[in-house]
């Protein structure tokens, strides 16, 4: 299976896509912005408070942190207007200590998200009702719709979204019920490594399988592509709440690679 270095490259790269692509059509609504502090890619939007825009990539990816870094960072979120973001932190890579320099730094833990991987197993069947195909532009406002509203994106920001059409290494997928638009599912390639994301369902056409057909038909066109290794997360599982999509990732042959910490500005 792929190091956790690859495991964590292949989710940067996918999200640097999405961000350049976002950026070419950009208006002046989005004001997402990126920042460099050291090592630490930091990825905001004043206009778009979800914490999937607003997050730190590759801490620890080069050196381990320093408290001037991590101050640094909570600068640059505060001067851009933004009061709370993630900072994604690996704990393999940030060595024994780290905790206690976040703290000092300002950020206390949050919930993690679980990475996945599966290598070349043979992959499910596609049992659903709805129809499924991968989609271009002409279906990326309603790819961005159902994203969007499951995610708790604003409408303001659902262009951006739109925008992974127009990226050569995203492929969109989407379930139909007729003409309906009734889930969506990203796909990314690059070196042999896949990444899966934006899995969503629209409320109307839960519960029939949707979800589980778009994961597989993602599966197989990444190998069918020639991938070896594919990578998604999810939020981890805690009691009361056990992610409906955690079980959903683990029965299409995923497994468990590690636990991503998530660290806020206290009191954020």
Aim: charged share 20%; aromatic share 12%.
């Amino acid at each position: 299976m792929t190091g956790i270095h690859d495991l964590e490259t292949i989710e940067h790269q996918a999200f640097e896509a999405w961000f350049r692509a976002a950026m070419a059509v950009d208006s002046g609504n989005f004001r997402w912005t990126r920042f460099r502090q050291g090592d630490a890619l930091c990825y905001g939007s004043a206009t778009e408070p979800s914490i999937l825009i607003n997050r730190v990539l590759n801490l620890g990816s080069e050196y381990k942190p320093t408290l001037k870094q991590l101050v640094g960072i909570r600068t640059i979120y505060t001067n851009a207007g933004i009061s709370r973001f993630f900072l994604h932190v690996v704990p393999e890579k940030l060595g024994t200590d780290y905790e206690a320099l976040l703290t000092e730094a300002g950020y206390e833990k949050y919930r993690g998200w679980m990475k996945f991987e599966r290598g070349t197993g043979e992959v499910g069947p596609v049992t659903t009702d709805l129809s499924i195909c991968r989609v271009g532009p002409e279906s990326a406002a309603d790819f961005a719709s159902i994203v969007g509203n499951a995610f708790d994106f604003g409408a303001g920001f659902q262009p951006a979204i739109a925008a992974l059409a127009n990226d050569p290494n995203w492929y969109l997928y989407m379930s139909f019920n007729g003409e309906q638009p009734a889930g969506t599912g990203g796909l990314y390639m690059k070196n042999g490594v896949a990444y899966l994301d934006f899995g969503a369902t629209h409320p109307d056409f839960r519960r029939r399988g949707g979800q589980t057909g778009v994961l597989n038909t993602r599966i197989q066109a990444a190998l069918d592509a020639g991938c070896s290794s594919i990578v998604t997360m999810t939020g981890e599982a805690v009691p009361g709440d056990e992610q409906h999509s955690y079980s959903n990732i683990q029965r299409a042959g995923f497994e468990e690679a590690y636990l991503r910490e998530n660290w806020i500005p206290a009191g954020s």
